[in-house]
C-alpha cells in the first residue's frame, strides 16, 4: 500500500521539501504503526531543513510530532483505533517523522489519550501545549507575578499565556516582539496578553524588571533576561528561536543576576502520564484551542514559508484528510 509523504533530500530553504509517494511503513517488533490525523510544524523542524541538526542524516522525512490512530501494533498496550499523542524522541531525525499519512513509531513513544478535543484542536497540543505546560510549572507561577514572554507571537508564547490566563485571569503578562509591527502588536494585545514591548537586536527597549521570564529566544538573549529579573525570580530557558544553540562566554557568577534562578524545560521529558495530565488541564479551565492557519500535506511548502516569514505568528498545523 502507498502513502503520501514529504521528503527532503538536502539542506536548503521550504523548495527542497518534495511530495513522494511511498510504501506504507511495515510493522516491526517493538514499533507501532499509525495513520496520521494531524501535526504541528515546529521551528525545530526549519532548522533541521536547513542543515543545522549535525545528527539528521538526508534523505528524511521531517516531523517531531503527530496526532492519529494505531492502524497496527506490537505493543500488548494498544489498540487498533485508538486515538493518540507522539512528540519528541527521534521522529523526524534518527528516524523518519510525521510528515507523511502514516508512521511507524517505537511502542514507548505513542500515548493513548482520552480527549472531546477535535483533530485541528488535538493536532494544535502537543509540542506546543506541552511545552508550554512543562514551562509553566518549572517557573512556579503565583498569583502576583509580573511576567515577561520573550517571543511572545511565537506558538509556544501564545499557548504559554493561554495556560495562565485561563486559571488566572487577572495575572500580567507581557510580550516581546522582534519587530515594530503595529499590525502585529495589535494582534497580541487581542490575545489578551496586557503590554508589549520591542525586543532591539536580542536587548529589550524597557526598564521594567519581572519575577518570571519565559525565554523562548535562548541563549542569544539570555543575558539581556537577566538584566530584567526582579531578585529571586525566574527564568525558565525554553525555546531557540534567537538561532542560536549553545550558551557561550557565560559566567554564572556574574551573568546570573539578581539572586535569581535559571531553570529550562525539554520537551522531550514525556509519557503518557504528562500528556494526559495536560489534556485534563486544557478541558478543566476550557482553554480554547485552535491553530493559526491550518494546511494540507500537500501545502507544506507554503506552510514553512509561512512560518519563515516575518508575518508568522503562532501555531500552525496540518490535517490528513
Not at 503565583?142 to 495575572?171: M, P, Q
Not at 507554503?302 to 490535517?319: C, N, Q, R, W
Request: proline share 3%; hydrophobic share 35%.
Amino acid at each position: 500500500m502507498k502513502m503520501k509523504a514529504v521528503v527532503i533530500y538536502e539542506a536548503g530553504g521550504p523548495e527542497q521539501l518534495r511530495i513522494e509517494t511511498r510504501e506504507i511503513p511495515k510493522v516491526k517488533e517493538g514499533w507501532t504503526l499509525v495513520k496520521i490525523k494531524g501535526f504541528g510544524i515546529n521551528r525545530s523542524e526549519i532548522f533541521t531543513r536547513e542543515g543545522y541538526s549535525p545528527s539528521v542524516k538526508f534523505p528524511r522525512i521531517l516531523g517531531i510530532e503527530c496526532v492519529g490512530e494505531v492502524k497496527e501494533t506490537t505493543s500488548p498496550s494498544l489498540e487498533k483505533g485508538q486515538k493518540i499523542v507522539s512528540i519528541m524522541g527521534e521522529m523526524g531525525r534518527a528516524f523518519d517523522g510525521s510528515y507523511a499519512e502514516y508512521v511507524l513509531l517505537p511502542n514507548e513513544q505513542v500515548y493513548p489519550v482520552n480527549t472531546s478535543l477535535s483533530w485541528e484542536e488535538l493536532a494544535t497540543v502537543p509540542e506546543t501545549y506541552y511545552t508550554a505546560f512543562g514551562s509553566m510549572f518549572n517557573l512556579q507561577i503565583k498569583e502576583t507575578d509580573n511576567i515577561l514572554v520573550r517571543a511572545g507571537s511565537s506558538g509556544v508564547g501564545i499557548a504559554f499565556l493561554k495556560l495562565i490566563k485561563a486559571k488566572i485571569s487577572n495575572i500580567r503578562v507581557v510580550a516581546s516582539i522582534r519587530k515594530k509591527d503595529i499590525e502585529k502588536r495589535n494582534k497580541i494585545l487581542s490575545l489578551c496578553y496586557d503590554e508589549v514591548i520591542f525586543d532591539n537586536n536580542n536587548v529589550l527597549e524597557t526598564e521594567e524588571n519581572f519575577d518570571k521570564i519565559l525565554e523562548l529566544v535562548g541563549p542569544a538573549s539570555i543575558k539581556d533576561s537577566f538584566f530584567h529579573i526582579k531578585e529571586y525570580g525566574i527564568i525558565c530557558a525554553t525555546g531557540l528561536l534567537g538561532g542560536k544553540w549553545y550558551l557561550e562566554d557565560f559566567d554564572p557568577t556574574r551573568d546570573i543576576k539578581n539572586n535569581a534562578y535559571l531553570t529550562t524545560f525539554y520537551s522531550g521529558n514525556v509519557n503518557g502520564e504528562k500528556i494526559n495530565s495536560m489534556l485534563d488541564y486544557i478541558e478543566k479551565y476550557k482553554i480554547d484551542i485552535k491553530p493559526e492557519k491550518i494546511f494540507s500535506l500537500d501545502e507544506i511548502v507554503e506552510a514553512h514559508k509561512y512560518l519563515d516569514s516575518s508575518s508568522g505568528f503562532g501555531k500552525i498545523i496540518v490535517i490528513n484528510k
